[in-house]
C-alpha cells in the first residue's frame, strides 16, 4: 500500500515557477514509477510527466516539455515536479500517482497507476 500527498501548490502569475512535491509512504515506494496528471475544470484529466523507479527515464507531455522536470529522491520518498515559465493554461489541479509499470511501458496511461494522490491546486494568472 502506498499513500501519496501532494504539496506546492497555489496561485501565481504567468512566467513564475513553483516546485509540486509528492511525499509518499510505504517501503516499496522506489519499485514504483510515477507520474503526474492534471485536470482543468470541464476538462478530462492529462498526462504531464512520468519517471521510472530507477530516474533512469523520463516522460514528459508535448505541452510542458522544456519547461517542467520531474525528479525523484528515493531515500526521501518523494517525487517532485518543477515548473518553470507557467502559462495560464496550466490552470489545473495536479495530482500525483504510483504504480508498478515496465520500464518500457507507456507511462502516459493513467490507468497503469494503482494509487493516487489527492491533488494540489495549481493556479497561474495572466
Known amino acids: 500500500q502506498v499513500q501519496l500527498v501532494e504539496s506546492g501548490g497555489g496561485l501565481v502569475q504567468a512566467g513564475d515557477s513553483l516546485r509540486l512535491s509528492c511525499a509518499a509512504s510505504?517501503?516499496?515506494?522506489?519499485?514504483?514509477?510515477c507520474g503526474w496528471f492534471r485536470q482543468a475544470p470541464g476538462k478530462e484529466r492529462e498526462f504531464v510527466a512520468a519517471?521510472?523507479?530507477?530516474?533512469?527515464?523520463?516522460v514528459y507531455a508535448d505541452s510542458v516539455k522544456g519547461r517542467f522536470t520531474i525528479s525523484r529522491d528515493n531515500a526521501k520518498n518523494t517525487v517532485y515536479l518543477q515548473t518553470n515559465s507557467l502559462e495560464p493554461e496550466d490552470t489545473a489541479v495536479y495530482y500525483c500517482?504510483?504504480?508498478?509499470?515496465?520500464?518500457?511501458?507507456?507511462?502516459?496511461?493513467?490507468?497503469?497507476?494503482?494509487?493516487w494522490g489527492q491533488g494540489t491546486q495549481v493556479t497561474v494568472s495572466s
Open positions: 519517471i521510472s523507479w530507477s530516474a533512469g527515464r523520463t
Open positions: 500517482a504510483a504504480g508498478k509499470r515496465p520500464y518500457w511501458s507507456d507511462y502516459s496511461i493513467a490507468s497503469g497507476y494503482d494509487y
Open positions: 510505504g517501503r516499496t515506494f522506489s519499485s514504483y514509477a
